[in-house]
């Protein structure tokens, strides 16, 4: 059957994409939209497994807190190209899709492709259409979810990294507490450290990072005449600056001149709230 031109215009007003596709959309649909629409987006998860091992290293991050400040989420969503970021439909994309994270609080990134979006479908569905619509390798970073008596966030100038923390016995609405927590999520961003406390630490990283030292101070020819005893002593001190290297509340604060500790500076700072959690979020690793 012929598609008239009206036809294939709507069809590029609902979906973004070029003319000629609409045409033969329509075609195969036999002039039904809503069958076209459904034809498009099969041609979307066909375009999806062929871009799909292209490196997606741009992209936004998707940021919110509740009015209160006792709820935060942020999501990472990652495309090929900056002029893709800047594209008004990836942008509501990703808004759209932190607002899933804040009602849906799913578990993990299976749940999270799950969830319903408002404009309909799953989130996987919108990932696929809208890779279908731009064209290029689009794919759901890491995202977090945090709920605490105050919820601070801070986004990067270039929105490809931020940080989000958890403060207990706090208010957001505290400008001194306010100010504090972006310090620490700007921290956050700038130290990347790999969990909150030594407890939390994974026990086989650090018991991995001292089989190698230890190896290696055995092996020093300067140690030759050093007892084990010893050797494992000065590994030791080694050690723990290597796990407060690794801990959030036990990195050296970037904000503070007296060169504190997170833990120490935030016990100084007279806000009277500790730090729960907290959470890093970037582009640029493809995650």
């Known amino acids: 059957m012929g598609i008239d031109a ?33 034809e498009l987006r099969k041609s979307g998860a066909k375009a999806e497994a062929k871009l799909a091992g292209r490196k997606a290293e741009q992209g936004l991050i998707g940021s919110y807190v509740s009015e209160d400040g006792k709820l935060g989420a942020l999501v990472s969503v990652c495309c090929e ?24 609080k799913p578990a993990d990134k299976e749940a999270l492709l799950a969830a319903p979006m408002a404009a309909g479908g ?16 689009i794919t759901i970073g890491n995202f977090s979810l945090i709920e605490a008596d ?12 931020a940080a989000m923390v958890g403060l207990a016995g706090g208010s957001a609405s505290d400008e001194q507490v306010a100010t504090l927590g972006k310090d620490l999520g ?19 990283l650090v018991a991995k990072e001292k089989e190698i030292r230890l190896a290696a101070a055995q092996n020093d020819e300067k140690n030759a ?8 002593k000065i590994v030791d001190g080694q050690i723990n600056k290597f796990i407060a290297g690794q801990c959030f509340l036990e990195q050296e604060f970037i904000r503070d001149e007296e060169k504190r500790s997170v833990g120490a500076s ?6 009277g709230v500790s730090v729960i959690d907290y959470c890093y979020i970037a582009t640029d690793t493809g995650e």
């Open 6 to 38: 009206k036809s294939v215009k709507e069809l590029r007003e609902k979906t973004g994409l070029p003319m000629m596709e609409c045409k033969q959309a329509l075609e195969k649909a036999d002039g039904d939209i809503s069958l076209a629409i459904d």
């Open 81 to 104: 190209t900056e002029p893709v970021a800047n594209n008004e439909d990836f942008q509501k994309f990703v808004q759209d899709l932190v607002e899933v994270i804040r009602d849906a």
């Open 122 to 137: 799953s989130v996987k569905d919108g990932v696929t259409e809208l890779i279908n619509r731009l064209r290029e390798n």
């Open 150 to 161: 105050a919820v601070v966030q801070y986004v990067h100038f270039d929105n490809r990294k």
């Open 186 to 204: 700007m921290h956050v961003v700038f130290s990347v450290p790999q969990c909150l406390s030594r407890d939390r630490l994974d026990p086989e």
């Open 225 to 232: 005449n050093k007892p084990e005893e010893i050797l494992e």
């Open 266 to 271: 935030v016990e100084a700072s007279g806000t």
